[in-house]
C-alpha cells in the first residue's frame, strides 16, 4: 500500500541480472531480518499508514451504513463497483503486469490501471515487485506473505507491520519501462482519491442522487470487499482445497476461494503455471478473470493469452494422482510372491491336502479352509479338487472367475508347486491386481 | 415367470458337481440353440404366458386407472406395497436366495417369500437358477439374458419368446432342500393371486374403503413397476454409468439405476462382489436392499451378513484407476531419453550455441528458442547461460522451478553432454514426471 522500496525505483538494467547461483540460501543465512514482534516493539514495529487504511476504512464504512439508507441501485452499483475494481487487481495487477500472461493494447491498460488504483493496494510497481517475490520465494522468508507464518500474517498481518526483510530479488525492469505504470506511479495519490472515492460517489449523484450511499457502500465499504477478495488469494488461496498439480508448496485449488477472488481461487494451478492467463483450465470452474480477458481478446484490446503446454498440464495431474494411488497401493496387503514360499513336492502336497484343504491352482498352492464356506460357486466345487490341480476349472473351464476372485486367491497361496508351472500358464501366476503397478524410477 | 424348468426340480446332488472342466466352451460349441426370431417364426417362438403377463397388465392397468380416481391414501399405500414386493425380490429372491449373502430366520424368509411372490417374476428357486447362470456366464450365449444381445433383450425381451437355449448349469441344490422354497414351489397360484392382487385390494378396501382403486393402484400398476424396476437390473445396470471395480463385462454402477432398482444399481461391484450383501459400499450411497437387511440383522432376524474383504475391493478400485491413468501416460508426450539422444562433446556444445540458444542442466543440453521470451522470470536469465551451465541456478540456487518447468525443461532436450552428469546430480536428470511411473508387471 506504501509507496515502492527504493531498490524498485527506475531499474533499468534486470535486478537479477547478476544474482550469485548461491543466491537462495546465501540471502536467507547471512541478510539479517527484523526479528520477531511482541508485545515490546508493538507499536515501534507498525506501518501506522496501512493500519489507518485498513482498519479505519471498514469502521467509518460501518458507522456510515447506520446512518445512511442502501437504495438497490446503490446496493448494484457497488457491486459492480466491486467487480470492476477488483478485476483492475486481477486481470491487471496479478495476470497482466505481474505474470505478463498476455498483452493488453494501450486503451485497455489505462483502463485497469484507473480501476486497479480504485482498488487502493498500492502501485502496480510495488504489487507486482512483491508478488513476483512471492512466486520466487513461495513459503519461504524472502516471501513477503510467507504462507507458513499462519493465516492472519498472509491475509494482511504482513501489511500491518513493517517488512521482516527485503523481499528476496525479483525483476521488474520491464514494468519500470511502461508509460502506463509511470503514469500511475507519478498520479498515485489523485488516482486512489479519484477512483476509490471520487467516482463511486458522483455517478450515484448525478444519476439517481445518492451521493452519501455512494460514498458509503460503492466507495468506503465495497473498499473492504475488495480488499479483502484480494488478500484471499494471499490467505484462503494457501490453505483451503486440493493440490491436483503439484504439493510441495502451500498453493491450494478451491471453488470458495474462487468465488471469493473473482476467480483466482485455482492457485494451486497458478503456482505452477503463473505464467498462463488463466486459473481455472475447465469451463464450468469460476474463473470470471479469465473471461474478461478473453472476451478482451474478441474485442482486440487483447493479444498472445498464454497457456502452459497441455501436455505438461497433464503431467503434473498425473503424478499426483498416481502419488495418491502409490498411498494406497503401499497401505494394501499384497500375496506373498513365489520366492517368499516354501517349495513343495507333488507327493508332499498330496499328504497335506489329506490334513487341510489344499488346492493347487496354476503352480501355487492356496489353503482354502477360511473359504470354501464362502464360496459362490457352492463348497462342492472347491472340495472336489482338493489335493488336485484346478488351473483349468478356475480358469474359466469352468467358469471364468472375476478379477476379484482371482486376487482373493492370490491371498490364500501357501506354496509353490515343485517344477513351477505346469501349464505354461506364467503369465496367468500373476494376479490382475499387480498386472499393472506404480514403480518408482 | 413360467415354471421352473425339468432340470432344476428336486435335484439334491449339485447339478455340477460332474461338470467336465472345459463345459463352457465346450457347451456354447456343441449345444444347439433355437436360433434367432424372425418375423416368419415369431408365432410358434412366443412364450404367451409372459407375453399376456407382461403386456396385458400394463394395459390393464392403464385403462382401470382412466375410471378409477386416485385416493391420496391408496397412493402412499401403492408406493409402499412397491417398495415391499420389490424388498421380496431385492432382498429376498436376489441377495438372500440366489447369492446367500446373508442368513435369514424363517419368520424373514417366510415374509420374503410371501412379498416375493406379489412381485410374480416366477419362483424363487427358477429365478436363481436363471440368476446363477447370469452371473456365472455374464454376457455369453449361456447368460438368460445376456447383455451383448440389446436393451430390450436383457431387459424383457428373454421372457417374451422361448428361451433360445437352456441357461447354462448352476447348481441350487441348496435351494431345493430349503422348506420355504419348497413351500413357495407348491403354492406358488395361490401366492401370486393373494400377494399379487389380494392383498393390495383388501387392505385400501377394509382401512379406506376403496377396494377398486387399490386393485387398481396397488395391485395392477404396481405390479407394473416393480417388474419394470427389477428388469433395469439386468438392462440399464448393464448399461448406464462406470466401471470402477471391473472393466471385463457389462455391469455398470449409476445412481439412476440404484434410484430405480431400490439399491440394486451398483451392478459392477455386485458382479465383482456377488456375494457381498451391499451393493453400494459408501454410506451416502442408495442401497435401501442393504439398509433392509443391516435393519433385519439388528433386530435379530439376519445373521452372517458377507463382505468381501476390504483389501480386496480396494485392489479392484486400484487397478480400473491405473488402467485408466495408463491411457493417460500414454497418450502424453514424454522427453527423449539419454540413449535416444547424441552424446555431445564440451566443445562442440560451445560451437553450436554460438548458432542457436543452448544451455545446459544437469548433464542435458537443451534447446530454449522457443522458450527465452516466454521465461516468466525473464529472458536475461536464460540468455547469460547460454553455452554454460546452469544447473546450480536451475535447481534452486536462483529460483526453486517447480515440477512442471523441470518437465518443460526436459522436453526441450537435444543432446548428452560427454562425461554424463558432471554434478553427481543424476535423480534430478529424471523429470519430476517419471519419478513415479505405471508399469507392467
Ligand atoms: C479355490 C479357490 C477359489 C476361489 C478363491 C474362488 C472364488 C470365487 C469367487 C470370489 C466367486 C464369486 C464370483 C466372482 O468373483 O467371480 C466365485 C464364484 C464361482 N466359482 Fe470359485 N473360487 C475358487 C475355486 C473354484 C473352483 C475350483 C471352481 C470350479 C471347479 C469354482 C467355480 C465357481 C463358480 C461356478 C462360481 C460362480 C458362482 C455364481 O456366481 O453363481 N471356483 N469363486
Ligand atoms: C532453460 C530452461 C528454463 C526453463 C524451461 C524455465 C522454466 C521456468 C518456468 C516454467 C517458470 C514459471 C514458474 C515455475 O513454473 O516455477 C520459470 C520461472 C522462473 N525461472 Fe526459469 N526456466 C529456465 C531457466 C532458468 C534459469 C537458468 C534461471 C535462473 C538463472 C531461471 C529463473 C527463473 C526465475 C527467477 C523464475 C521466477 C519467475 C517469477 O515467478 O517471478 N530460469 N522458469
Ligand atoms: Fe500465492
Ligand atoms: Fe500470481
Ligand atoms: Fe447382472
Ligand atoms: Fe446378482
Request: charged residues 15%; aromatic residues 12%.
Amino acid at each position: 500500500m506504501g509507496l515502492p522500496p527504493a531498490d524498485s525505483v527506475d531499474n533499468i538494467v534486470p535486478a537479477d541480472l547478476n544474482i550469485p547461483d548461491n543466491y537462495v540460501q546465501h540471502t536467507l543465512k547471512t541478510q539479517k531480518s527484523r526479528g520477531p514482534v511482541t508485545l515490546n516493539n508493538l507499536f515501534s514495529e507498525l506501518n501506522y499508514l496501512n493500519c489507518v487504511i485498513l482498519l479505519v476504512t471498514p469502521l467509518l464504512g460501518l458507522i456510515g451504513a447506520f446512518y445512511t439508507p442502501l437504495q438497490l441501485k446503490t446496493a448494484l452499483f457497488a457491486i459492480f463497483y466491486y467487480y470492476l475494481t477488483g478485476l483492475g487487481i486481477t486481470a491487471g495487477y496479478h495476470r497482466l503486469w505481474a505474470h505478463r500472461s498476455y498483452n493488453a493494447s494501450l486503451p485497455l491498460q489505462y483502463f485497469l490501471c484507473f480501476l486497479g488504483a480504485g482498488a487502493v493496494e498500492g502501485s502496480i510497481k510495488w504489487w507486482s515487485r512483491g508478488h513476483r517475490a512471492h512466486h520466487r520465494y513461495t513459503d519461504t522468508d524472502l516471501d513477503p506473505y510467507n504462507a507458513h507464518k499462519g493465516f492472519f500474517y498472509s491475509h494482511m498481518g504482513w501489511m500491518l507491520i513493517k517488512p521482516r526483510r527485503r523481499p528476496g530479488v525479483a525483476d521488474v525492469s520491464d514494468l519500470s519501462k511502461n508509460p502506463v505504470i509511470k503514469f500511475q506511479h507519478r498520479w498515485y495519490l489523485p488516482l486512489i482519491l479519484i477512483m476509490g472515492f471520487g467516482v463511486p460517489t458522483v455517478i450515484p449523484w448525478l444519476l439517481w442522487g445518492d451521493a452519501k450511499g455512494g460514498y458509503v457502500y460503492a466507495g468506503v465499504l465495497r473498499l473492504c470487499f475488495v480488499h479483502h477478495s484480494t488478500f484471499c488469494v494471499n490467505s484462503l488461496a494457501h490453505w483451503l482445497g486440493e493440490s491436483p498439480f503439484d504439493d510441495k508448496h502451500t498453493p491450494r485449488d478451491h471453488v470458495i476461494t474462487a468465488l471469493a477472488t473473482i476467480g483466482e481461487g485455482y492457485h494451486n494451478f497458478h503456482h505452477q503455471f503463473p505464467m498462463d492467463y488463466r486459473n481455472a483450465i475447465k469451463w464450468y470452474q469460476y474463473d470470471p478473470t479469465k473471461w474478461f480477458i478473453w472476451s478482451m481478446q474478441k474485442l482486440g484490446l487483447a493479444s498472445h493469452l498464454k497457456t502452459f503446454p497441455d501436455n505438461e498440464v497433464r503431467k503434473g495431474q498425473l503424478t499426483m494422482e498416481l502419488k495418491k494411488l502409490r498411498q494406497t497401493q503401499e497401505k494394501l496387503a499384497w500375496p506373498s510372491d513365489s520366492n517368499d514360499l516354501p517349495v513343495v513336492s507333488w507327493e508332499s502336497y498330496q499328504e497335506q491336502a489329506k490334513k487341510r484343504p489344499l488346492v493347487l491352482i496354476s503352480g501355487f498352492i492356496h489353503d482354502v479352509a477360511t473359504f470354501i464356506n464362502e464360496h459362490p460357486g457352492g463348497a462342492h466345487l472347491i472340495v472336489k479338487f482338493i489335493g488336485k490341480d484346478a488351473t483349468t476349472a478356475f480358469f474359466g473351464g469352468v467358469y471364468d472367475h472375476s478379477n476379484a476372485a482371482h486376487n482373493l486367491l492370490a491371498m490364500k497361496r501357501v506354496g509353490v508347486l515343485h517344477g513351477g508351472m505346469p501349464h505354461g500358464l506364467d503369465e496367468k501366476g500373476i494376479p490382475p491386481s499387480q498386472r499393472l503397478k506404480i514403480a518408482r524410477y
